[in-house]
């Protein structure tokens, strides 16, 4: 009987293990890896945008308070409320510097947003609330609804006037239909604030 011999090669062995290790560590960090495409996503998503802008670097503070037809009251207390969203909350000059690249940069804009992220039929309140008057002058304001889908739409414009700390004004009243159609309603005066006010 003839003997047999192997050409068996250590180093070869070692080296095609060390590949399959190296092989099976990157498919699993593929697993761990979001991909590129998905950054930076955001969901736009709104059927009505709900906006209010005072006057440039005033130091006052408006609040922007929205309820639905369920009861549900967004605010800077509750920034998500149903399909109701407090986009951005303003406070006047307080939060208008950021830091860009090492610099300060100043956003002098006043202005509050509420989105409405869906249709609930019904009827939806909007009031301003005067939380801090540090410039001691009326504040004038503006009130802007618009409509999103399928085409951006100005549904309602309104001007009010705030005179003192604690103001509290319902600015409308609407009703949306199952189809998320506008109606402005009369704006007889509704509190959404838990405050004590020292008056309208």
Do not use: C, Q
């Not at 804009?109 to 540090?134: C, Q, W």
């Not at 604690?166 to 600015?171: A, K, N, S």
């Amino acid at each position: 009987m003839k003997k047999r011999y192997s050409n068996f090669d250590p180093f070869t062995d070692l080296l095609f293990n060390i590949l399959l290790g190296f092989t099976f560590l990157f498919f699993i960090t593929m697993l761990f890896i979001n991909p590129i495409t998905k950054l930076g996503n955001v969901n736009m998503k709104a059927e009505y945008i709900i906006t209010v802008d005072w006057k440039d670097s005033l130091p006052d503070d408006i609040d922007l308070w929205v309820k639905d037809p369920n009861g549900e009251i967004v605010s800077y207390l509750k920034k998500d409320a149903g399909w109701l969203h407090l986009d951005r909350d303003d406070r006047g000059v307080v939060n208008d510097k950021i830091i860009i690249d090492g610099k300060e940069v100043i956003y002098p804009i006043n202005r509050e947003v509420v989105t409405l992220r869906g249709i609930i039929p019904g009827e939806y309140v909007v009031n301003l609330y005067l939380y801090d008057h540090k410039s001691n002058s009326p504040v004038e304001a503006k009130i802007i609804i618009e409509k999103v889908n399928p085409s951006l739409r100005l549904v309602f414009v309104g001007d009010v006037i705030l005179k003192n700390e604690d103001t509290e004004l319902t600015i409308t009243k609407f009703r949306l239909d199952s189809e998320g159609n506008f109606k402005s309603i009369y704006a007889v005066n509704e509190i959404l604030t838990p405050y004590s006010l020292k008056g309208y």
